[in-house]
């Protein structure tokens, strides 16, 4: 039996994320002579940030498979890529405006809920800010809110802990249990 035009594209889709997982794998093992020079860290610590990657990796592809079979998969897969794509714009917001010296990045899944949180205590954003920003539509906040509504989840943004920094919550619920 031949393989058709269907049975290639289903092969492509597979291979995508073997080939991001591979360029990720790239650019670290590229940016490693970086890292060694900044972060000064023993063998085994080198080791560890090399290896943890695929760790993480070979441990949730079982976790995600059966939370996919439960929810399915391209909601898995939406949720998915919507977390990663408001962590990224979270993350850059505190690249770009508000440096500061630590970041915490918490996640949360439950059978049928993904929380996630990128807070830090750089310059942040006060209330006033804030309300200003949703305002103006500014564009990390609306993609962050847009990127949300496309799987069913919401985004907030607000003053980070103690009230030093910003903090975005992403969360999302399956529709069962809202």
Known sequence: MKAGR????????IALPCLLYSMDLTVLNLALPRLTVD??????QLLWIVDIYGFLVAGMLITMGTLGDRIGRRRLLMIGAAAFRIAALA???VVRHAPGHDVVVDVAAASAAVDLSVCDDGAGMGDAAL?????SGRRGIADMAT???ACGGVVDVAPGRNGVGTCVRFSWQSLADR
């Open 91 to 93: 993350l850059d917001n």
């Open 6 to 13: 269907r049975e290639w594209i289903g092969l492509a889709v």
């Open 39 to 44: 972060l000064a860290p023993t063998s085994s």
């Open 131 to 135: 309300a200003a920003a949703r305002a």
């Open 147 to 149: 990127e949300a509504d």
